[in-house]
């Protein structure tokens, strides 16, 4: 059986890398050229990653020099502590942890309650008949490009009459009617390439509507659920909109509380602090892709490619 | 056969039950929160909802007030230069890493990372590299250009394109990754041909390749033009829309008004002018690719 399902599975493979067989050894101006093209642009794109990080490290003294590219000259990791345990917004001034906890808090529930339903109603929609499905479905494609803030008044209405309004229940449903489009493309797109008969087997062994779900289906999709934790941590962690509207003051997300740390606060500019806290907020994101490789950019393109 | 007719019955209600999370979702938030924003576009409303319906009139208010005018000459400008800066660069990333060039990995990692980055992240890094007195600016100062002026995030006239360069920054490396991925889907024995016919490369990219990646062209505009519309976390980021209003763009304009400003009724026009923008937006593309499928399956 486990065979069966391993030969069938859809492949989740990132593009054919091609094999390099006509590679130049020697060096001709032209290349050298190209190489540094690519070595420039290289530097463009790392240029904002390296000024955050140096200027993290450095002495308020030194940043006051005006020497933005300069290496710190006397390295303190202060701002780092600072940045994690004592950054003020307002008047509260415990750190942007308090952020990053509730961006955990609100990511972790988001995260499964999205998946669990983009999946069952990509199986749903792949495998069985319900009257309507399709015509659904083709709205909740049209959903997934409609701008936030056409949504974001009625819906706040809504949650503030059903007491979700402010809370985390509020944030997590919100994140997963939001990430409900995208969800459900990515696994409806990935149970159309399992074939038919596996499903009618299934049911010829007696498996119903749940059964077949939880004990076939799923199994055979880690895959796509890889890909699909990977887009939904990476785009929850990320957003700002959302968990500035609906999470409550007691639950702002990271981004929410880096802003307010960096651009409310009265007095001197901490800029060490500032670029501490921004890298923090960056850390978990940034991780994730350079674990993920190429399957990050698999999620960015599904709801583009095949929609 | 008869005996099971109950059993598929039932299987295909629980098929239904299972479904009906989406469907709320569709018809509650989808589609009623929109035509109830709509609804609050036609009405009197300041910081509650009213009833009334004073026609056309938040949508004439809306376009005589100048901060709205202003985004939307912003969105334009931004939208315009974001997408061709984009393009262009993406595409030369994507056509030199697709020369067999050493460290192709590395490279393309480090183009595409500031996409894993918030848009908060984003505009924070940018403002504080762009802040005149202590960034860029005061860098090049102190190299020995005492002459050296670069105050656009501070400038009335140059604010914009300081936003255009942050987000160019952060979104060029997803195109770079999208055309490589249809670069590496066209047949290399084309350009051996070309090769044989003494055609050069220059030529074999404009005439042969460009054509060819035009689906992957098309997945990068929807995705960056999505992005266009929403632009809001990297303003507030960067410039709070300021100086002045000089950079205020209309998710921002609409934010505004609904939460701290007390002006539900202009807010809902404004976004239903935003929603008619992306349906024009999206209708096009949506029709262009459906006669495309309906080709493939004629043929």
């Known amino acids: 059986m486990s065979a069966v399902v391993e030969r069938i599975t859809p492949p989740v493979t990132a593009p054919v890398q091609r094999k390099a067989v006509h590679r130049k050894s020697h060096f001709t101006p032209a290349r050298l050229g190209l190489y540094a093209l690519l070595v420039s642009s290289a530097a463009f794109f790392l240029l904002p990653l390296y000024v955050m990080l140096i200027t993290s490290v450095k002495p308020m003294e030194e940043i006051h020099l005006g020497r933005l590219f300069a290496l710190p000259s006397s390295l303190t990791f202060e701002p780092w502590v600072q940045a994690w345990s004592a950054a003020c917004t307002g008047l509260e001034c415990r750190g942007i942890q308090v952020g990053f906890w509730n961006s955990v808090w609100i990511v972790v529930p988001s995260t499964i309650a999205s998946i669990f339903f983009g999946a069952l109603n990509g199986y749903a929609l792949s495998f069985w008949r319900v009257r309507g499905a399709g015509w659904l479905f083709g709205v909740l494609m049209f959903g997934a490009f409609v701008p936030y803030q056409v949504m974001i008044y009625p819906l706040v209405r809504t949650l503030a009459t059903v007491n979700l309004f402010g809370t985390l229940g509020g944030i997590v449903f919100i994140h997963t009617v939001f990430g409900m489009p995208v969800m459900t493309l990515l696994f409806r797109n990935y149970y159309a390439g399992v074939p038919i008969e596996l499903f009618k087997a299934a049911r010829i062994d007696g498996g119903g509507f749940w059964r077949i779900f939880f004990q076939l289906m799923l199994p055979m999709s880690l895959p796509i659920i890889a890909v699909a934790v990977i887009m939904q941590v990476t785009n929850i962690w990320n957003d700002f909109l959302l968990g500035l509207v609906f999470a409550g003051r007691d639950n702002l997300p990271m981004t929410v509380q880096l802003n307010n740390v960096i651009n409310t606060t009265t007095g001197e500019r901490l800029y060490n602090v500032n670029m501490a806290a921004t890298v923090l907020t960056s850390l978990l994101p940034l991780a994730v892709y350079l674990i993920s490789g190429r399957w990050f950019l698999r999620g960015i393109t599904a709801g583009a490619v095949k929609g | ?299």
């Not at chain 2, 004073?54 to 334009?76: C, D, K, M, P």
């Not at chain 2, 802040?131 to 250009?145: D, K, S, T, Y």
């Not at chain 2, 400038?155 to 249809?182: C, F, R």
């Open chain 2, 1 to 299: 056969m008869a005996s099971s007719q109950p059993a598929r019955k039932k299987r295909a209600a629980a098929a239904q039950l299972a479904l009906l999370p989406m469907a709320i979702t569709v018809l509650g938030v989808y589609i009623g929160t929109v035509l109830w924003s709509v609804r609050i576009s036609f009405s009197s409303s300041k910081i509650f909802p009213k009833n009334d319906f004073v026609g056309f009139s938040q949508y004439e208010r809306l376009f005589a007030t100048e901060r709205w005018t202003v985004s939307l000459h912003n969105i334009a400008i931004f939208g315009v230069l974001f997408i061709l800066a984009c393009m262009v660069l993406g595409f030369f990333l994507a056509v030199f890493l697709d020369q067999h060039v050493r460290g192709e990995n590395v490279l393309r990692t480090i183009f595409l990372y500031p996409y894993a980055m918030s848009f908060v992240a984003t505009g924070l890094v940018w403002q504080w590299m762009l802040n005149p007195g202590l960034g860029i600016q005061a860098a090049v100062r102190n190299l020995g250009f005492p002459e050296f002026q670069f105050d656009w995030i501070v400038n009335q006239d140059k604010v914009i394109y300081t936003l255009v360069v942050a987000a160019v920054w952060q979104a060029s490396g997803l195109v770079m990754a999208v055309l490589l991925a249809g670069l590496r889907g066209i047949d290399e024995s084309l350009w051996n041909a070309a090769r044989i016919d003494g055609v050069p490369r220059w030529r074999y990219y404009l005439s042969v390749v460009l054509p060819q990646l035009g689906p992957a062209f098309g997945t990068s505009f929807v995705l960056l033009a999505v992005g266009v519309v929403k632009v809001y976390d990297v303003v507030v980021a960067m410039t709070l829309g300021g100086p002045g209003n000089a950079s205020e763009v209309p998710a921002k304009f609409i934010m505004d008004n609904l939460f701290t400003r007390a002006n539900v009724g202009l807010a809902s026009a404004a976004s239903t002018v935003m929603l008619l923008t992306v349906l024009a937006l999206l209708v096009p593309w949506w029709y262009a690719r459906s006669v495309q499928s309906r080709k493939l399956v004629h043929s």
